[in-house]
């Protein structure tokens, strides 16, 4: 129903005499930023509420492949040189994440608290994989101990 459907005929009521209904506006649809994304999925977690940023930033640099869109160039995470079976592997992973975060660090965005490399043999047929999890501070929130995860 439009605002004025019901508007009498001309001459029908005296002119200034008729005024339209008052509608009650709607609250408008909160917005966000940035998607809240499940770190093991990649599939969206809320359609209403999403992640802060900056949060959201670390999930990004820590899921895309460097050199593959959407992270082109420098951007992204580099683990498809690294052969997760030596005993240098947890290091070298370690350092690969720290820095796919380097831009943010840099910029101020977050602290780094810890990051924790393992590596384990999927099955004899299978290539290995390996999983990291980043301890990090948002320093624009202030909120610390939150945790990402890099999964290869």
Same mark, same amino acid.
């Given at each position: 129903? %439009?605002? %004025?459907? #019901?508007?009498?005929?001309?001459?029908? !009521?005296?002119?200034?005499?008729?005024? @339209?209904?008052? !509608?009650?506006?709607?609250?408008?649809?909160?917005?966000?930023?940035?998607?809240?994304?499940?770190?093991?999925?990649?599939? &969206?977690?809320?359609?209403?509420?999403?992640?802060? @940023? +900056? #949060?959201?930033?670390?999930?990004?640099?820590? /899921?895309? =492949?460097?050199?593959? =869109?959407?992270?082109?160039?420098?951007?992204?995470?580099? $683990?498809?040189?690294?052969?997760? $079976? $030596?005993? *240098? *592997? @947890?290091?070298? +992973?370690? %350092? =690969?994440? /720290?820095?796919?975060?380097?831009?943010? &660090?840099? /910029?101020?965005? +977050?602290? +780094?608290?810890? !990051?924790?490399?393992?590596?384990?043999?999927?099955? $004899?047929?299978?290539?290995?994989?390996?999983?990291?999890?980043?301890? %990090?501070?948002?320093?624009?929130?202030?909120?610390?101990?939150? /945790?990402?995860? !890099?999964?290869?």
């Amino acid at each position: 129903m %439009y605002p %004025y459907d #019901d508007v009498p005929p001309a001459g029908v !009521v005296p002119a200034g005499t008729w005024s @339209p209904d008052i !509608v009650a506006a709607t609250t408008p649809i909160t917005g966000h930023l940035a998607d809240l994304v499940d770190p093991t999925t990649g599939e &969206l977690l809320s359609l209403s509420t999403g992640a802060h @940023p +900056i #949060d959201a930033e670390v999930q990004f640099r820590l /899921r895309a =492949a460097k050199g593959k =869109a959407p992270a082109l160039l420098d951007d992204g995470l580099d $683990l498809a040189g690294i052969s997760k $079976l $030596l005993e *240098s *592997s @947890p290091r070298a +992973i370690e %350092y =690969a994440a /720290r820095k796919a975060l380097e831009p943010m &660090l840099v /910029r101020g965005d +977050i602290e +780094i608290q810890t !990051v924790r490399a393992t590596v384990a043999e999927a099955d $004899l047929e299978s290539t290995d994989t390996a999983a990291a999890v980043v301890t %990090y501070t948002n320093l624009q929130t202030g909120a610390p101990d939150l /945790r990402a995860r !890099v999964f290869r």
